[in-house]
């Protein structure tokens, strides 16, 4: 008994030891790959400092960790392709913007692209957990989710993904976004002063939407819960009202 | 007989001549009004069996959205999800024809469309145990990898080719599916009850192993099914059943018309490489080929329906907007790539495309870029 206790313990000893090994290697691998791309790149530089003199830094409205305020959208996580085709369209004019447009336009092609690539690979928000099915007596949620095929108007999930997370690199996530920027979106592809988009899909969409149809649906995404911590502000009123 | 004639008062005879004949017209009218109604049910039941005989109502309203064949045209054409599409010419080899001629059935349009045809709102949908396995059915039709998964073998579910859920007319509409069966089917070659023509869609377009028919997930297709055909008129022809039929393509269907089309419209969706997208696990956007899509034996890898489904449908909420042409050359493009094998397979691609798609406009077993479609093991 004792003598295979014995074996049994400085086995288990071993083992630990091993563990305690694996452990302290990963944590120095794991923080030389955190490590890396804290190295200021282009990207990060502008997003936080700007360019001095010419081009305001990004986190002075979208938050130092691009998680966005106020009517401001966050920018974390969201894909590398969307965010460079807003940077070049706000600096071509196609995309009107007061602030953005000569925030874009005194950025070059390859710093609009870094800048796009830092946001794009910062995590995103946290995304909640969607009920299985829509509930077709809340207006909002029956619009995003399942559209209105009466007129051939998708729900929105159906390209921006059921948690509204968005989907590959084109696509941009609309939960937690604020409410007020998302339905300003909805009135820019309505009145053309935001580019169609890929295939001129949100301009055919938008085109679609009533007044309550846009309070209805930017509420929805606006109250999708995402990390607490981003919350937008609440919007009064009632979905579809 | 002439003793007891003579002995009768002859105004009485009249009148029971009268009566006699009175009877007999009666009689007569009554039968005809039954062989009337008889053939009229029968001419409606099956309008599909007679379509290049008699003047069959249009094929485009009368489609529903699975499929029926057309028996007297050729018994081997099946159409399966949507048998509004055009015929393929029997008689035309196809073998070595990289842009299968379909024939148009729009001529087919003697007999008046039926009124269109609304399910009901889903706020209607009824609670207690019914309305709960109703639920279920949709739930299952918009996300069948996950709420049916032991008959699921690919990323697709059945809300990607039947949308809004199977309510939309031109989408192949589940409510039109309901009320056209039991129907022939040139593809099995038998009366298929609705249950077994769903299946069919498992086994297909899921590519996957259909579910027993006193299975949970096909109670609550059916009841879900039945649901939305509230009030439909049973065995009917109704407007926005199947796809609406296409005219056959001015030129020859052509695959590299057919990338430059997918590259401009449906890349950015379904991918470059037709795979599709996913957000996290969920299949956002379906694949179009390739191991995770419906296999050799469904209904959309022909195409006539592929064209027929792009043209009313694609891109999403953006129904119409290719021309026919475009519809037609991208969809020879979509089913010009290799995907999961024909569930039929007798061992040899020759025998299978001989067996199963001698007469459809199918591209199994064809040659493209070297390599022989469905020989891919």
């Given at each position: 008994m004792y003598p295979h206790a014995d074996v049994a313990a400085s086995l288990r000893?071993?083992?630990?030891?091993?563990?305690?090994?694996?452990?302290?290697?990963?944590?120095?691998?794991?923080?030389?790959a955190v490590a890396q791309p804290a190295a200021k790149g282009v990207g990060q530089q502008i997003a936080m400092e700007g360019l001095s003199g010419k081009v305001a830094a990004c986190s002075g409205c979208h938050g130092l960790k691009g998680e966005g305020s106020a009517a401001f959208p966050y920018l974390r996580g969201?894909?590398?392709?969307?965010?460079?085709?807003q940077l070049d369209a706000f600096a071509n004019g196609t995309r009107k913007n007061s602030l953005m447009q000569p925030i874009a336009q005194g950025l070059t092609k390859a710093q609009r692209s870094a800048v796009a690539s830092y946001y794009s690979r910062l995590a995103p928000p946290?995304?909640?957990?969607?009920?299985?099915?829509?509930?077709?007596?809340?207006?909002?949620?029956?619009?995003?989710?399942?559209?209105?095929?009466?007129?051939?108007?998708?729900?929105?999930?159906q390209c921006h993904g059921a948690d509204g997370g968005g989907v590959g690199s084109h696509v941009p996530p609309l939960a937690g976004l604020p409410q007020a920027y998302i339905a300003e979106?909805?009135?820019a592809w309505k009145s053309g002063s935001r580019p169609a988009g890929p295939l001129a899909l949100m301009a055919g969409v938008a085109t679609k939407l009533s007044e309550a149809d846009i309070l209805a649906a930017s509420t929805y995404y606006a109250h999708m819960g995402t990390d607490p911590a981003l919350a937008p502000p609440t919007i009064e009123g009632r979905a579809g009202k | 007989m002439n003793d007891r004639q003579n002995s009768t008062n002859g105004r009485a005879l009249r009148r029971r001549h009268w009566n006699g004949l009175a009877l007999f017209a009666g009689g007569m009218v009554i039968l005809v009004l039954v062989v009337a109604l008889g053939a009229n049910l029968m001419f409606s039941r099956m309008p599909r069996s007679s379509a290049s005989s008699s003047p069959a109502p249009d094929a485009m309203t009368q489609a529903p959205a699975v499929p029926h064949a057309?028996?007297?045209q050729s018994p081997a054409v099946v159409h399966d999800l949507a048998p509004a599409v055009g015929t393929?010419?029997?008689?035309?080899?196809?073998?070595h024809d990289p842009a299968p001629v379909v024939k148009a059935t729009a001529t087919q349009a003697a007999v008046a469309p039926s009124p269109a045809f609304t399910p009901p709102n889903e706020n209607q949908l009824p609670d207690g145990a019914y309305g709960k396995v109703v639920r279920l059915g949709e739930q299952i039709f918009l996300s069948t990898g996950k709420n049916a998964a032991q008959f699921v073998g690919n990323d697709l579910s059945c809300g990607n080719c039947h949308l809004d859920a199977g309510r939309k007319a031109d989408s192949a509409p589940m409510w039109a599916a309901f009320i056209h069966y039991p129907a022939y089917r040139g593809k099995t070659g038998k009366v298929d009850t609705l249950a077994a023509r769903i299946q069919g869609c498992f086994t297909y377009s899921m590519n996957g192993k259909a579910p027993p028919q006193d299975d949970e997930v096909m109670t609550a297709l059916q009841t879900y099914f039945f649901w939305l055909a509230t009030g439909a008129p049973v065995g009917t022809a109704v407007k926005g059943s199947g796809y609406p039929d296409l005219q056959r393509p001015a030129m020859?269907?052509?695959?590299?018309?057919?990338?430059?089309?997918?590259?401009?419209?449906?890349?950015?969706?379904?991918?470059?490489n037709g795979q599709g997208q996913r957000s996290g696990t969920a299949q956002v956007f379906p694949p179009l080929w390739g191991p995770r899509s419906f296999n050799w034996g469904a209904g959309m890898h022909r195409i006539g329906t592929a064209a027929a489904f792009i043209h009313a449908n694609m891109p999403l909420g953006s129904g119409g907007s290719l021309s026919e042409q475009q519809a037609w050359d991208v969809a020879l493009f979509m089913n010009s790539h290799e995907r999961p094998q024909d569930p039929r397979f007798t061992g040899s691609v020759e025998i299978t495309r001989s067996k199963f798609h001698a007469k459809d406009d199918s591209m199994y077993g064809q040659t493209i870029d070297g390599q022989v479609l469905g020989a891919k093991r």
């Amino acid at each position: 008994m004792y003598p295979h206790a014995d074996v049994a313990a400085s086995l288990r000893l071993r083992r630990a030891r091993i563990a305690l090994c694996c452990a302290l290697f990963s944590v120095l691998i794991g923080s030389a790959a955190v490590a890396q791309p804290a190295a200021k790149g282009v990207g990060q530089q502008i997003a936080m400092e700007g360019l001095s003199g010419k081009v305001a830094a990004c986190s002075g409205c979208h938050g130092l960790k691009g998680e966005g305020s106020a009517a401001f959208p966050y920018l974390r996580g969201t894909g590398q392709d969307y965010l460079m085709a807003q940077l070049d369209a706000f600096a071509n004019g196609t995309r009107k913007n007061s602030l953005m447009q000569p925030i874009a336009q005194g950025l070059t092609k390859a710093q609009r692209s870094a800048v796009a690539s830092y946001y794009s690979r910062l995590a995103p928000p946290a995304r909640m957990v969607v009920a299985p099915a829509a509930d077709p007596a809340r207006p909002g949620e029956w619009l995003a989710r399942r559209g209105r095929w009466t007129e051939d108007l998708p729900g929105c999930a159906q390209c921006h993904g059921a948690d509204g997370g968005g989907v590959g690199s084109h696509v941009p996530p609309l939960a937690g976004l604020p409410q007020a920027y998302i339905a300003e979106q909805l009135q820019a592809w309505k009145s053309g002063s935001r580019p169609a988009g890929p295939l001129a899909l949100m301009a055919g969409v938008a085109t679609k939407l009533s007044e309550a149809d846009i309070l209805a649906a930017s509420t929805y995404y606006a109250h999708m819960g995402t990390d607490p911590a981003l919350a937008p502000p609440t919007i009064e009123g009632r979905a579809g009202k | 007989m002439n003793d007891r004639q003579n002995s009768t008062n002859g105004r009485a005879l009249r009148r029971r001549h009268w009566n006699g004949l009175a009877l007999f017209a009666g009689g007569m009218v009554i039968l005809v009004l039954v062989v009337a109604l008889g053939a009229n049910l029968m001419f409606s039941r099956m309008p599909r069996s007679s379509a290049s005989s008699s003047p069959a109502p249009d094929a485009m309203t009368q489609a529903p959205a699975v499929p029926h064949a057309r028996a007297s045209q050729s018994p081997a054409v099946v159409h399966d999800l949507a048998p509004a599409v055009g015929t393929v010419q029997s008689g035309v080899p196809q073998a070595h024809d990289p842009a299968p001629v379909v024939k148009a059935t729009a001529t087919q349009a003697a007999v008046a469309p039926s009124p269109a045809f609304t399910p009901p709102n889903e706020n209607q949908l009824p609670d207690g145990a019914y309305g709960k396995v109703v639920r279920l059915g949709e739930q299952i039709f918009l996300s069948t990898g996950k709420n049916a998964a032991q008959f699921v073998g690919n990323d697709l579910s059945c809300g990607n080719c039947h949308l809004d859920a199977g309510r939309k007319a031109d989408s192949a509409p589940m409510w039109a599916a309901f009320i056209h069966y039991p129907a022939y089917r040139g593809k099995t070659g038998k009366v298929d009850t609705l249950a077994a023509r769903i299946q069919g869609c498992f086994t297909y377009s899921m590519n996957g192993k259909a579910p027993p028919q006193d299975d949970e997930v096909m109670t609550a297709l059916q009841t879900y099914f039945f649901w939305l055909a509230t009030g439909a008129p049973v065995g009917t022809a109704v407007k926005g059943s199947g796809y609406p039929d296409l005219q056959r393509p001015a030129m020859a269907p052509d695959r590299a018309r057919g990338a430059a089309v997918y590259a401009e419209n449906c890349a950015f969706c379904h991918g470059a490489n037709g795979q599709g997208q996913r957000s996290g696990t969920a299949q956002v956007f379906p694949p179009l080929w390739g191991p995770r899509s419906f296999n050799w034996g469904a209904g959309m890898h022909r195409i006539g329906t592929a064209a027929a489904f792009i043209h009313a449908n694609m891109p999403l909420g953006s129904g119409g907007s290719l021309s026919e042409q475009q519809a037609w050359d991208v969809a020879l493009f979509m089913n010009s790539h290799e995907r999961p094998q024909d569930p039929r397979f007798t061992g040899s691609v020759e025998i299978t495309r001989s067996k199963f798609h001698a007469k459809d406009d199918s591209m199994y077993g064809q040659t493209i870029d070297g390599q022989v479609l469905g020989a891919k093991r």
